[in-house]
Each structure stands twice: as structure tokens, then as C-alpha cells.
């Protein structure tokens, strides 16, 4: 069974917002010079913030945010985000692969950006909604 895919805008104003909670300040996820300079095709998202919108899918999925019992990832490929009023997108669907007689949902995530992969081996846990 597939979930209904979520789809979440990410601005640089975003990526600031982001670096003010998170103390990450890093050039990379707000100046192009510094972002090209490091061999990436411009300034990124935070892993961790794209990794905080797919955890709002499960949440909005399993119907509570502390439904989440475990989410793990891995960051396969940087999410590029222009220097315009559009920013990018990332899509994020899931598959449930089983529930289980404790009322636990497993699910395999898919987050893409521009038809891109750039989370692999992101698999969750919730309990499922009743």
C-alpha cells in the first residue's frame, strides 16, 4: 500500500530560518561562492532540516508526531535550493511493507528532489493510526 505524497517547498529563506534553530551556520547551506568553492553545484539544504520534513510526512501519516517510533536515513545525494522566490521541492511517499499484531506500522520512504533520489535506506516505524 502507498502513502499520498507530501510535497514541501525549501527556500534559502528556509535554509536560514533553519541555521538560526540549529546553530548551523555553515557557508555551504547559504553562499553560493563558498558552496561552489567546496565542489557542490550551489548552496544545500541542511541534511538534518530535509530529514526533519520527511519526519513531518510521517507524522502527518501516522497522525501524531510522537506516532513516530523510529526513522532512520541515509543522505545519498545534496538537495539544491536556487537563489530565487521558488526554491525546490522534495517529494516524500512511503510504502507500507507490514503491520504487526503490536500495532506498528514499517515503512519505506522515498525522498526525491527534482526526480532525484537524496535519502537511501530511509525505512520508519509508527504506530498506526487507529
Known amino acids: 500500500m502507498e502513502l499520498p505524497t507530501q510535497t514541501f517547498r525549501v527556500t ?8 538560526g534553530a540549529s546553530g ?10 563558498t558552496a561552489t568553492k ?5 548552496v544545500i539544504a541542511h541534511g ?3 530529514m526533519a520534513l520527511v519526519g513531518r510526512a510521517l507524522a502527518a501519516w501516522a497522525g501524531a508526531p510522537d506516532a513516530v517510533v523510529d526513522f532512520n536515513v541515509r ?7 536556487p537563489d530565487d522566490d521558488q526554491g525546490t521541492e522534495i517529494e516524500v511517499s512511503a510504502v507500507l ?7 506498528l506500522a514499517r515503512l519505506d520512504v ?4 527534482l526526480g532525484e533520489k ?11 493510526p487507529r
Open 12 to 19: 534559502r529563506a528556509d535554509l536560514i530560518r533553519y541555521a
Open 24 to 33: 548551523d551556520f555553515n557557508p555551504i547551506h547559504w553562499n553560493d561562492r
Open 38 to 42: 567546496v565542489g557542490l553545484p550551489g
Open 48 to 50: 538534518m532540516f530535509t
Open 75 to 81: 543522505f545519498s545525494r545534496p538537495v539544491v535550493v
Open 97 to 103: 511493507k507490514e503491520t504487526t499484531e503490536e500495532g
Open 110 to 113: 522515498t525522498a526525491t528532489c
Open 118 to 128: 537524496v535519502l537511501s535506506q530511509a525505512r520508519a516505524t509508527v504506530r498506526a
